[in-house]
């Protein structure tokens, strides 16, 4: 079942952003000039309109819908580029490089973070030398593809597996190639980056063939830098790809892929229409809410919104109708023609958190701004949840669930980066399950809520795990199996992928690598190693809380839930961080870790010396006073528990303890 | 009754006539001043706070006189270097030679002048001034007769009490007894000597412009001067290369000197200086925090043996020594100044003069030219609680919570208390009853939990000495925190 988990997420990394498509506007109709290139058709107009009738020429048969699945940095956002400029669909040279990856957060970290969509129009000179060629619409989807964001998109027939020409097989190739095995994709191997010094295309022709079982002839060999080998991407598109199979004479019903929320068109849906035909005016329902929709706008993305007013079967574009809110839009829903009912398109998985943390504004009377900050972030991810809740450090805020730990590392950018937001995270938790001598059962995403003496003894506690895959030269399988196991893992795998390579597959706990796990296994392989993870279930664990206390006063955005063997590590770990970070006060501060009422490590903060301003100022106090309110300033910065301050700092570098160490 | 100038007065220490009326009393030109001292001790009066009422009007004034030797290497006050042409003033006031004057000396005295004479008294019935205060720079390089041109026109201007406090600041090495005698024969009457170390090598490490020699030829001169009974002696502690026993020797010699105030200053490392290029606080060769502590804590020690009274977080005085004009900045009352870069408190309102010569010019032509006036402005509350928290806690008397409670209200008096109750019982806030005997922390605590009746034990706040002094700046910051959430 691992493969199979994987395949979800090679799925999700399928499609690259659709959330850029509220950034959309302007520049959309103002590239007349891509639809006079060589391969753009002319019968769709000039200045990029494109006309329901010209779209009915692209019956399902004419239609290729694919994905592009990769490794971080092997080269997928170039290869979209080229292909969006080999089409004339975007112009060379013109507009940004990873056209697709329209948030900040998606360029600097070369990953996908929402679903994106681009229309084609190809002519297939391959296939025939004329000017009767016959013309194709492509639909290139780029949906996530990490494991975080949990999506399945079962209605793709196909898609690009790109492999970099001297990395070979990474992680995440594996991860993505299982992903879209086992749901029955046409893979087309494309070998990227051939220009390279280093490239060695047929040790990774090897590779495919030893892992994946891949005919070396299928894989293309391209290099999207230098262009060289790319027109024989699309027609392996088109030859190997099958076109979409829906059924044209059904009532509408279509696969939601992702949607965004614009401030003045409202919720924009990706949509991928796989029976039917959706027209301008239709009414719609969800399958997921039942709720009803009028189709107020519907186009391709060509590649910013364009509107056609009309969607034929296979095809995927844009639907606006009226959603007030992207909760109302859930990824992987089918829509169909309302009043009619349907058999749901498989593909809908509700969300699943499995990474917890509280979020606080750093400055604690910024809560009102955070607040609007999380419900506009949230209006593009519903995929995170948010529950208010208070904690005695940090005043107000909020426990926000995510799929993963990319997904909330990538939560807490979009907040900084796209609101401003200053923010305190708790350390990230993952749901653990306590079962009490009584019987009773809870779920913990908070530790602070597990009581530290509940007075009832616990029966058995059950963590979350995950399957591992990690891919690393063979010189480090050594610290790399070291690493696992001081993290609790067990080794389910271990082998070569060629002369140079191994593999290793790990159950862990989803705990251990949530914090820092991915740093220390890049720093003690010279970033060499590559991972990635899939969900597994639940395992029972000796599991005890962690409270830090300050001067006898619990902290309880402090608290943490470890294995009981690491206690110990950790407490120590923890309580010397803190004394590096919190500042001398005017009195002595004791810091401890306690298991219930049991300390098992403490340090001792000695009370501040001086801090005097013995100096005349010629009666000048202004200065002073300056001084002090700058002071007092700092003070209110400060969390306070008790009597003791806590820099903001503190809460950030605990987050940097690790588990192990 | 709220007061511009917060009324802590009645629990100063007893009013006594200066120790010696140096010179016959100036001419009075307005009420006697008796009406200034009713002004002063009218807190007694039981008027709810008004944040109305009319400000009391300055009785001090501060005259800075910027001209240095050199700049030494602590220090980022507005100050104008001479260079080593000014090295020997001594001499001068013997009149070799009224012509050899600096120039820039003689026009920065006249624009002080001017700006005497364009500013405008605050009350038209007359409170004389009863400090003055000439401060630097180094002001014992201005030729005494410019000097007596200011006080003389201060006194036309303002008049001057009958027994005026009348200080100016001298560097070792600028002055010698005849120049002395000549400025106490122009009315001043304390001089406060900026020694501040007694070893040679630190004294030349700080840029100061003179040595050991000349400071114990400068304690000779004041020993000897007659005229001159009230005098001060500034050192600074935590200097670079400052050993324990260095700063046991200079309190030694500071005290056998004899003088009848010890101002002990803590080195700040200020952005811009020469140390602030060279030196971060705490690390070598400048002392730890713990060093630097234990500096102030034997300072307070030694002079309080040698019967000094620590009165205020930098100063030490013999009974009845105090520095007058600083009370008046402690005590928030106001206070006029002159010159370059200094700050003056009218009105309710602090202004700050230039710091740059061409441009404090210029402003004294607007203010001549009447473009620029003296506002008038009632402060904001909270300002002028912080004020008056900030500065009451720097002195032994500490904070009248009585009258505070009455100018800025119960409900922030007791916010005071509850934050430093636990620093009541840690030692570092002393409180004390109505006759400033200190109370144990449970009898503070006993009294704020009786809020309807708080205040019937506890009645002064102030920090201990010299734990809580030494702890001042988070202390006080602590309670601007609830003055000013």
Known sequence: ?661 | MLRLAFPLVSHLPPRKPPPICSRPQPARRYAPSSTAAAAYTSSSSSTPPSPSLSPLPPASAYVHLPFCRKRCHYCDFPIVALGSAAASPRGKGEGEGEGADDPRIVDYVRLLLREVAATRPVSDDGVPLETVFFGGGTPSLVPPRLVAAVLDALRGRFGLSACPEVSIEMDPGTFDAARLAELVGAGVNRVSLGVQAFQEGLLRACGRAHGVEEVHEALGILASCEGLQNWSLDLISSLPNQTQEMWEESLRCAVDARPTHVSVYDLQIEKGTKFGQMYTPGVFPLPSDTESASFYKIASKRLSEAGYNHYEISSYCKPGYECKHNLTYWQNRPFYAFGLGSASYINGVRYSRPRRMKEYAEWVQHLEDGTWIHECRSPDMKDLAMDVVMLSLRTAWGLDLQSFSKSFGRSLTLSLCNIFKPFVESGLVIAMDSKRRALPHTAFELDLQNEGDFGSRVAFIRLSDPEGFLLSNELISLAFGTISP
């Open chain 1, 1 to 661: 079942m691992a493969g199979a988990a994987a395949l979800r997420r090679s799925a999700r990394r399928i499609s690259r952003h659709l959330a850029a498509a509220s950034s959309f506007s302007r520049s959309a109709l103002q590239q007349p000039e891509r639809l006079l290139s060589s391969q753009a058709s002319p019968e769709h107009g000039a200045r990029g309109a494109v006309s329901g009738s010209e779209l009915a020429l692209y019956p399902p048969e004419r239609v290729r819908n694919f994905s592009i699945i990769a490794h971080v940095d092997h080269g997928k956002s170039t290869l979209a580029d080229r292909l969006l400029e080999l089409t004339g669909t975007i112009q060379k040279g013109h507009g940004q490089p990873q056209y697709l990856d329209k948030l900040q957060v998606e360029r600097e970290r070369g990953i996908t973070v929402k679903a994106q969509t681009a229309t084609m129009f190809y002519r297939h000179t391959t296939a025939s030398q004329d000017s009767d060629a016959p013309r194709y619409l492509l639909n290139l989807i780029d949906t996530p593809g990490h494991v975080d964001f949990s999506y399945e998109v079962s209605s793709l027939p196909g898609c690009l597996l790109v492999v970099d020409a001297a990395q070979g097989v990474q992680a995440q190739t594996i991860a993505n190639f299982y992903l879209a095995f086992e749901s029955n994709l046409s893979i087309i191997p494309v070998i990227n980056k051939i220009d390279q010094p280093t490239a060695d295309p047929d040790n990774v022709k090897e590779q495919l063939k030893r892992l994946f079982d891949i005919d070396p002839s299928e894989a293309l060999l391209t290099s999207a830098k230098t262009g060289k080998g790319l027109e024989q991407v699309l027609p392996a598109v088109i030859d190997r790809i099958p076109s979409p199979p829906g059924k044209c004479d059904s009532p509408v019903r279509m696969l939601l892929l992702d949607s965004y929320y614009d401030e003045y068109k409202g919720v924009i849906c990706h949509v991928a229409v796989v029976d039917g035909a959706l027209r301008k005016g239709d009414k719609i329902a969800s399958a997921a809410t039942g709720r009803a929709y009028e189709v107020l706008d519907v186009g391709i993305m060509h590649p910013e919104l364009t509107p056609t007013g009309v969607l034929y079967t296979g095809q995927v574009g844009y639907v606006i109708s009226g959603m007030r809110s992207t909760k109302e839009a859930r990824i992987g829903d089918t829509l169909h023609q309302a009043k009619s009912t349907v058999e749901p398109l498989p593909g809908f998985k509700p969300a699943k958190h499995m990474v917890f943390s509280g979020l606080y504004p750093a400055d604690g009377s910024d809560f009102e701004a955070l607040s609007h900050a999380i419900e506009k972030l949230t209006c593009n991810d519903a995929s995170v949840s948010v529950t208010k809740e208070t904690s005695n450090a940090l005043g107000m805020g909020f426990r926000c669930g995510f799929l993963g730990l990319l997904h909330m590392d990538v939560f807490h950018q979009r907040l900084e980066q796209e609101y401003g937001a200053q923010v305190i995270s708790t350390i990230p938790t993952v749901p653990y399950i306590f079962e009490y001598g009584d019987g009773s059962k809870i779920q913990v995403e908070n530790p602070a809520a597990l009581a530290s003496n509940p007075g009832k003894r616990v029966a058995a506690c059950w963590e979350p795990t995950v399957i591992a895959t990690i891919i690393i030269p063979s010189e480090y399988v050594g610290p790399v199996i070291m690493l696992c196991s001081e993290r609790r893992g067990e080794q389910l795998e271990y082998t070569f992928i060629d002369a140079q390579r191994a593999l290793l597959k790990y159950r862990l706990p989803l705990k251990e690598i949530i914090v820092d796990f991915y740093n220390e296994l890049k720093g003690i392989t010279s970033g060499y190693a590559t991972f990635d993870y899939e969900d597994s279930e639940y395992q029972q664990s000796d599991l005890v809380k962690l409270d830090i206390l300050l001067n006898g006063q619990p902290v309880d955005a402090m608290a943490t839930i470890v294995h009981n063997q690491k206690a110990q590590r950790v407490g120590k770990e923890l309580v010397e961080k803190l004394k590096k970070f919190i500042e001398r006060q005017m009195f002595e501060i004791t810091i401890q870790a306690a298991i219930g009422s049991k300390i098992i490590a403490r340090e001792t903060l000695s009370a501040m010396r001086k801090n005097v301003l013995a100096k005349c100022y010629g009666g000048d106090i202004t200065r002073k006073k300056k001084l002090l309110e700058k002071q007092k300033e700092g003070k209110k910065r400060m969390k306070r528990v008790g009597s003791v301050d806590i820099p903001q700092e503190a809460f950030h570098e605990l987050l940097k303890v690790s588990n192990s160490k």
